[in-house]
Every structure is written in C-alpha cells, then in structure tokens.
C-alpha cells in the first residue's frame, strides 16, 4: 500500500513539473525566435551592404554585366495641409427635452388635447385634468364672499348713518379680503387641472389616455427639434487633445452621408470610472431626420500642419535604425533607388506626415519599394 502511494506520488510530481517545462519551454521558444529575428535582420543588412559592393566593383570592372534596370512606379511627395481627426462613434441628443409633469398633485384625466407626433406650441392646452372637488370649492367660497360682503356693505351703511362702531365695519371688511385671498389661491390651485406644454416642439410621446392618473412618469414627453446636439464619449488618452472650441465633422449615415461641420461646446469634468472616458457636446443645426439616440459619426480635429511633406503611409519600411522610404533619383545617365531615413508624425487616412527627411522635390517608389535596395537600377518604362 506504502509503495503504491509513493508511485503516485512520483507520478504527480512528474506531471507538474512536465506542465512547469512545458510553460518555460513555451517562453524559451518566443525568446529564441526573436533573438533569431534580430540576427537575420542584421545578417540582411550587411548583405544588402555587401551586395551593393560586390555590384559596384563587377560594374567597375565589367561595365557591359551592369544589372538590368528595376521596374518601379514613383510618385511626387505631396505637399498639403494635413489634418490629424480623432475618430469616434456618438450619438444625437436634445437640449430641450421635458416629461410633462403636473403642477399640483397627481390626478385623473378627463380630456387629451394632443397625439403622439404633433407639433406643440410653447403654452398649448395638452391635457384637463379633473377639476369637479375645486370648482365645488370656487362656488362654495363665492357664496361666503357673496355673504361677507352683504354684511359689509349693511355695516358701512350704519357707519355712515353713525350707527355701531368702527370695529364692526373693519371687522367685516377684513372678512371680504380674508374671503377673496383665499379664492385668488384656490383659482390658482385650480390652473393646476390645466396641462400646458412648456415648450414649442414634437409631442414625441402621449402614453396617456381619460379616466388614467396624469402622474408625469414617463406620460407627455416634447422635444424641441431645433436645439439638437451630439454627444460623444472621448477616452480618457485624448483628454490633452480634446478642448472645448475643438472642431468637429459629424456625419449621421442614416440621414445623409454629408458631414456638419461644428465645435464642441461641452467639455465633461469628470472621467467615467468604468469606460475611462469624459462625455462631449457639441451643438447641431436643425435638420430634418434627426432623431435622439441616432448614431453619429464623430471626428475631432486634434492636430494640423500647413504645407506638410506626405507620403503614402505604406511606402515607409521599418528597420532596427527607424523608419526610411526609397526615392528615385537621378546618377548620371541612370536613375536609381536611394534609402533616405525619414522621421515622421500623425497618420491619418493612408497618408503619413514626414517631418525631417524627405523635400517636395523628391521622387518616392510607391510600388516595387520592397523589393529595391540602396544604389540599385530602376527605371518606371517597361521595356521590350
């Protein structure tokens, strides 16, 4: 029993320590083979170098075994305003979007003055409410006021007459006025059975219908179509690009693949902590089709050249000592291939921004490029 304990154990210990070496080996391996990627990156240098050598002293020596000429195609560096846009997805919002909600308390509905997409005006009647306890209200204290005032006027007429005193007729005065503030607040309580729309704009929702209670959740809702926005969350990494006045072209392709041409006009001060990102506003002219919650394409404008140097972003080849493009220039009676080392900036939309490196005067290999080395023959003619 002993002993066949001890052999499973040995057997465990082998299997871990077969998963541990496996993993060791899988890192050994990646480590190898980038150790292997830099030495032949380095062996094609010097090949390249001696290559390049070899052709030139056998052209010394041997003038008619010269190489035969490289097929390329070549293309002017492009001299150009660049722009560099931030490119993200948003949405289109309201400013001016208000759930009704009553004034006084929650109440039933008697009558419903608007449908669902009707176009409202600032002040129109939307909704009456039920007003029966309040008018009973209204003419019970008419008939008190009616009373009060009766017994005023009698005890002015006794004052004028010298009769009774002159507290009685202030008494009674001060009943008339008591009387009639409390019906000026009761009418104004009234007003409240008396739904509004606050603003002028699309009754985008009525989900309400007579004998229901007018709560405001979620009931009347308006939208003012002329006061649009975009909003857009940027990730936080932007945050020293991004700014306030920061122009942007928004495109909405469910309505047109024409883009607007805005600014942000609200920048958020807090960072979300589970998107790590702060939200943008930025206002939009009033256009037909828009609708809230429709996708927005959003492009900020975070950087421009005037009269940057451009090329094509796939021309520009990497190596252990930075970036480089070949041009074609012209040696004599040939043209040929020359690396020239190039530092570069933004990209953006297949093109590269060189800072150093290139002139507007130079020739780059667009095709054919990776195939070229330093000194060699090309020419852009097909020959027979």
């Excluded at 083979?33 to 094609?44: D, G, I, P, Y």
């Excluded at 009387?179 to 007003?191: H, M, V």
């Amino acid at each position: 029993m002993k002993k066949a304990i001890l052999m499973m154990i040995v057997a465990a210990g082998m299997i871990l320590s077969g998963c541990g070496n496996a993993a060791k080996d899988k890192k050994g391996e990646i480590g190898d083979k980038k150790v292997q990627l830099e030495k032949l990156k380095k062996e094609k240098s010097k090949v390249d170098a001696d290559i390049k050598k070899l052709e030139e002293e056998i052209t010394k020596l041997d003038p008619a075994s010269q190489e035969k000429s490289k097929l390329v195609s070549v293309a002017p560096v492009i001299e150009q305003d660049f722009t560099h846009y931030i490119e993200l997805q948003g949405k289109i919002d309201a400013n001016d979007v208000v759930n009704v909600t009553p004034r006084g308390q929650p109440s039933q509905v008697r009558q419903v003055y608007v449908k669902q997409g009707d176009f409202v005006k600032k002040g129109q009647l939307l909704l009456k409410l039920d007003d029966a306890i309040m008018q009973q209200q209204v003419q019970g204290l008419n008939t008190r006021i009616d009373f009060a005032r009766n017994i005023y006027n009698r005890q002015k007429n006794l004052w004028d007459q010298g009769i009774g005193t002159e507290v009685q007729l202030i008494t009674a005065k001060n009943n008339v006025d008591a009387l009639e503030r409390e019906l000026a607040t009761l009418k104004e309580n009234w007003q409240t059975s008396f739904v509004y729309a606050p603003i002028s704009g699309l009754a985008d929702l009525v989900d309400i219908e007579p004998g229901e209670t007018f709560t405001g959740m979620n009931q009347v809702r308006i939208i003012n179509g002329s006061n649009m926005k975009v909003v857009t969350e940027v990730p936080e990494n932007y945050a020293g690009q991004v700014k306030k006045g920061s122009p942007i072209v928004v495109i909405v392709p469910d309505v047109s693949k024409d883009s607007v041409r805005t600014t942000i006009s609200v920048m958020g001060a807090s960072i979300n902590p589970t998107s790590r990102g702060f939200v943008t506003e930025a206002r939009l002219p009033s256009k037909a089709g828009y609708k809230i919650n429709q996708v927005a394409l959003i492009k900020i404008k975070d950087y421009s050249a005037a009269k940057a140097l451009t090329v094509p972003v796939n021309v520009v080849q990497t190596d252990e000592s930075g970036k480089y493009v070949y041009v074609m220039v012209k040696e004599g009676n040939v043209f040929k291939a020359r690396r020239k080392k190039i530092n570069v900036g933004e990209t953006y939309n297949g093109m590269i921004e060189v800072k150093a490196g290139l002139t507007a005067s130079d020739m780059i290999i667009t095709e054919g490029y990776q195939v070229v080395y330093d000194g060699q023959v090309v020419t852009t003619e097909v020959k027979s």
